[in-house]
């Protein structure tokens, strides 16, 4: 009977002993201060809210993806909320205009790089990376003074060498990577015409990733253009003419995806990654070079439109996170303050991220979403 009482009162100390040991374990008492209180242990199960992070170029880090922006450079100089989110959220700077020739090179041989110059010392200071953009851009006027000069082909050709070996020379280990030539193709596929396929000749592209690479073997060269990222006729001579520089063992690194949705098509992530896919598997890295998404066309309320925006950010942000040969999303800048799509439509539009008074918008925080 004894015996009975006694392994009774054991059995009942050691169910006291059981739930002390798991009340204890279920709380979590702080050391210190002694009256704090009792707060139970949170194990974080969900995907961290964007209020956590502190920025877009946080999160890119986590994915290996820069999150780039083009500068404006007299914003860059000027505005100093500008300066202070373009150094939070953005882990690469593309020279909105600065480092174009007709901003560059303002005689023969005669160069200004007071705003390329400011815009890489900024970049760097805030541990930035620089894309150089652009060394031939087919798809503009060239400087006022070429455009009237009568030069040879040999000439022409010494004065692109020129200009791309002293660009490249100078920003040797700055400049990360370059936009070498741009928007070389219109619309139906064929070579752009333009100042230097007239002066030299189509073999002017191959020439001048050679040139680039001669003044810095160690940056990423980019074929950069518009209208290729879905399948079509333009999209088809990009890759023709990739793959044919590319056998001729013509250093090219990259290709830009520019993405300026300045229509009103919903393009689905899966045609995007698609595309990019076909061209990463040329062995390019792959970048969304100048995403802006206008929301002029789309029918709707203001409300509606933001919405829509934001998922169209969504979609390419999520077809680059499907390539692990993408490596930077870049947007043609971030505040509607500043964007370049207005002057260019003539439409009064809102196709970044940020609005004019610095203010996130919802394609904002879907990108911070997505990266969580
Ligand atoms: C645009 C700039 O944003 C404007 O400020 C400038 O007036 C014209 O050029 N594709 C490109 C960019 O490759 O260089 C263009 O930038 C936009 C289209």
């Known amino acids: 009977m004894r015996k009975l009482f006694s392994v009774a009162c054991l059995s009942l100390l050691f169910v006291l002993i059981c739930a002390a040991l798991w009340y204890r374990a279920s709380t979590f008492v702080p050391s210190s201060p002694t009256h704090a209180p009792i707060h139970r242990i949170q194990v974080q199960t969900q995907a961290p809210t964007p209020s956590s992070y502190s920025s877009l170029r946080t999160l890119g880090n986590i994915h290996h993806l820069l999150i780039g922006t083009a500068v404006n450079a007299d914003a860059l ?36 790089f007071t705003q390329a110059d400011a815009l890489v010392a900024f970049a760097l200071a805030h541990h930035m990376t620089v894309h150089g953009h652009v060394l031939v851009w087919a798809n503009t006027t060239i400087p006022s003074w070429l455009q009237h000069a009568h030069f040879t082909r040999q000439e022409a050709m010494s004065l692109l060498h020129d200009y791309i070996t002293t660009m490249v020379t100078r920003y040797r280990h700055r400049v990360t990577s370059w936009d070498v030539a741009s928007e070389i193709l219109s619309p139906s596929g064929s070579l752009r015409p333009c100042y230097w396929l007239q002066m030299i000749g189509p073999s002017y592209i191959a020439l001048a990733f050679q040139w680039a690479h001669e003044a810095d073997p160690s940056a990423q060269l980019y074929y950069n253009d518009y209208g290729i990222d879905t399948p079509g006729q333009k999209s088809h001579q990009a890759y023709v003419l990739l793959s044919t520089l590319l056998a001729q063992h013509i250093p090219i690194t990259g290709i830009g995806f ?115």
Request: charged share 15%; hydrophobic share 35%; aromatic share 14%.
């Open 77 to 112: 100089q000027h505005d100093s909320q500008y300066r202070q989110i373009l150094a939070d959220e953005f882990s690469e700077a593309v020279p909105e205009n600065s480092m174009k020739m007709d901003t560059v090179e303002t005689g023969p041989s005669h160069y200004n």
């Open 258 to 372: 520019e993405m300026h949705e300045l229509g009103y098509v919903l393009i689905p992530e899966q045609v995007i990654s698609r595309t990019l896919q076909q061209f990463a598997s040329l062995g390019l890295s792959v970048s969304i070079s100048e995403l802006d998404v206008s929301v002029y066309p789309y029918r709707g309320t203001l409300q509606q439109k933001v919405q829509y925006q934001a998922h169209v950010y969504g979609e390419v942000l999520r077809a680059c996170l499907s390539l692990p040969q993408c490596t930077s999303f870049t947007m043609w800048g971030f505040t509607d303050r500043y964007s370049w799509v207005p002057q260019f439509t003539h439409h009064l539009d809102f196709p970044l991220i940020f609005d004019e008074n610095y203010q996130p918008k919802p394609a904002y925080y879907a990108l911070i979403h997505l990266l969580s």
